[in-house]
């Protein structure tokens, strides 16, 4: 009996923590054609009923298509445009991002997921639909001209 | 009595449920050639002088209909849907280490240069695409899964260079889901 009563505490725990997120993912396979191609996925991932005190998480996932291990560079980043209706994020939410690994560095032809988490504290204020980018960039670039890869977060307040 | 207690949050009110919605395109891009010299390869550069990435070219304007050949760099969208491109073009380093006006093209000072960008078929210079030293917007508007082709035009700083020596800048082509 006090096993089954530990056992419901500790599943009791975890419901409760996952109680704030509802998480919709429609699942998708890469293209073959994108086997040697750097990518990342998802293009864009929204967040509704946010509100201060929230966490919303979501992973990115990483593809390095180089024939060598390659260092990656994962970044906030406030967008010059946004979508329609959004603002740009304040600057301060930089400082409510948790990014599992900044720096990953991934064999050749392997694919990863990093946690990307934004957690806003209780006291902040936003706008009530505000956008920011997790800019990817592979590091080893060394030409004038560099790419990088970015995943909208678009973010709906709660009323 | 403990069981209740831990049973509350799972059918909790769901005005405190933050959804989270992801859309999972597959966002990829190259651009070549990545390394550039302004100007053509080993030129030295003048002060108060346009610049274009016109192949060949360099002090030419493109034509009043851009054409392919005038575009010294070809983006390939790989990704599986319709991608924004952005262009920041930040200041330099080393050398007079020219900073970034961010007025375009035809905005130039003491030490500061602009920056415009163009693509094929675009009208010069109506099109010329403002390239900021960061936070830019988007140059290229939802680009389908195909190629284009791009230049800029670099207004280089009004006054003399004062080291003379060789000064770097690393254009980020940055690729975001089109919404």
Known sequence: MKKIIILLLAVGLLLSGCGQTSTTVEPLEPPPELYD???????KVEVGNFFPGARAEYPITIHNGNDEPTEFSIAFQVPGSTAEGYEPAPSAVEGWMIIEDPSPVLEAKETREVLIAVVMPEDAEAPAKWEFWIAVKDITQTGMVQTELACRWLVEMSD | MLLFAFAVPIFADTSDTVVVTATPAFISISVTPATYDIGGSGATLLPNTTYYANPGNETTAPSATVQASECAFTIDNTSTVDIDITVNFPHFTGGDAMQNSGGGYTVNGVSDFGVSGYVTGDTWTDDAF??????S???????????????????????????????????????ALDV
Not at chain 1, 37 to 43: R, T
Not at chain 2, 130 to 135: D, K, L, M, Q, R
Request: aromatic share 12%; glycine share 10%; hydrophobic share 50%.
């Open chain 2, 137 to 175: 917007g988007v140059f290229i508007d939802a680009l389908s899964a195909a190629s284009i082709k791009f230049g800029w035009a670099l207004l280089t700083q009004s006054d003399d260079w004062d080291s003379g020596t060789a000064m770097t800048s690393t254009v980020s082509i940055a690729a």
């Open chain 2, 130 to 135: 403002t390239f900021a030293n960061s936070g």
């Open chain 1, 37 to 43: 191609k750097i990518w990342i996925s998802p293009g």
